[in-house]
């Protein structure tokens, strides 16, 4: 018998437990307005990261591996910079992402090549 | 959260002159940013591509496009500049030397042209991305670094030369092998060095 009361009254603190939890998860997901010092900290936050350089190669790649290259979405370079500092203006550059820089990388070559190039055997 | 309108709206000029805006709200690891469709310079919507009225989801590393009528969410990862140098030296020849390279490690790739008779087309190329574990269960990321060479003509397959692999968030990536037992040995070497 002291096992079984033992048992009931475990059950009913879990339930008890569970309840309290159910009701603090609503009040943390309540919507929550923010001020105006709050929304311009956030959106130091958006400004910094967004900034940068973005391809998605890997995911091609990865899908093609995968036998999933026709669903693979189409190849995008993008480069997204500040317009103005401190503003919410952004630039965005997308582009399709091979970059082949031939004629570059050829003019580095001869130049190389004029000076002494240490030996590799 | 929804900021006021002067500040969550993030305005952006797409390359063809289009201007869009999103409204910004914060999840637990994301940013998510939904288009408020006023696009200036264009009435036809449907020729819009790219981030253009796609809804962005933000993350530290990544952004997602989330596209209406695409099945699969277009990832973007953030991609880091890298600072490469080649040095090949063929069999019985000169040291070929290529520095300078800038690639990014998004599957950035350069093409490299070899001071030969015939010349030869290589291709440098650094992709940071996710692969299967060796145990299969897994999905791993890897920083890998390719050296292909082109085919004699465009239905040929590019072969591969050499590769070298670092963990995602290493600084340098590189190889080099050498032939042995040959008098004058074939030397192919890469190296990547991370510069922002």
Same mark, same amino acid.
């Given at each position: ?121 | ?109 350069? +093409? ?65 092998? +050498? ?8 030397? +192919? ?8």
């Amino acid at each position: 018998m002291m096992h079984r009361g033992y048992f009931v009254f475990m059950f009913f603190s879990i339930i008890s437990l569970n309840l309290t939890q159910i009701k603090a998860a609503s009040k943390v997901t309540s919507p929550v307005i923010l001020g105006v010092a709050e929304s311009n900290l956030q959106l130091v936050k958006i400004s910094t990261l967004l900034i940068g350089e973005y391809d998605n190669e890997p995911q091609r790649y990865y899908l093609t591996g995968m036998k999933r290259g026709p669903s693979a979405p189409p190849r995008l370079h993008v480069n997204i910079s500040l317009l103005k500092e401190g503003s919410s203006n952004f630039a965005l550059e997308e582009r399709e992402g091979n970059e082949h820089i031939a004629p570059p990388a050829l003019a580095r070559l001869r130049s190389v090549q004029r000076r002494q190039l240490p030996r590799f055997s | 959260m929804r900021l006021t309108s002067t500040q969550t709206t993030a305005s952006t000029t797409a390359s063809s002159a289009i201007t869009c805006v999103w409204s910004w709200e914060r999840r637990p690891n994301v940013w998510v940013a939904r288009p408020q469709n006023t696009f200036s310079n264009t009435s036809d919507n449907s020729k819009l591509s790219g981030l253009a009225g796609a809804t962005l989801w933000l993350s530290s590393d990544e952004l997602w496009l989330e596209t209406a009528g695409q099945t699969v969410l277009s990832e973007l990862g953030r991609a880091r500049t890298y600072d490469c140098y080649v040095a090949l030296k063929p069999r019985g020849a000169k040291v070929q030397m290529f520095m300078g390279l800038k690639i990014h490690d998004r599957g950035g790739t350069v +093409e490299l042209i070899t001071d030969e008779t015939p010349a030869r087309k290589l291709n440098l190329m650094l992709r940071r991305g996710t692969w299967p574990s060796n145990s299969g269960n897994n999905l791993v990321e890897l920083l890998i670094l390719y050296l292909h060479e082109e085919g004699a003509n465009d239905k040929l397959q590019p072969s591969l030369l050499d590769t070298g692999w670092a963990t995602p968030e290493s600084s340098r990536v590189g190889f080099g092998i +050498e032939e042995e037992g040959i008098p004058e040995p074939k030397t +192919e070497n890469a190296c990547c060095k991370k510069i922002n």
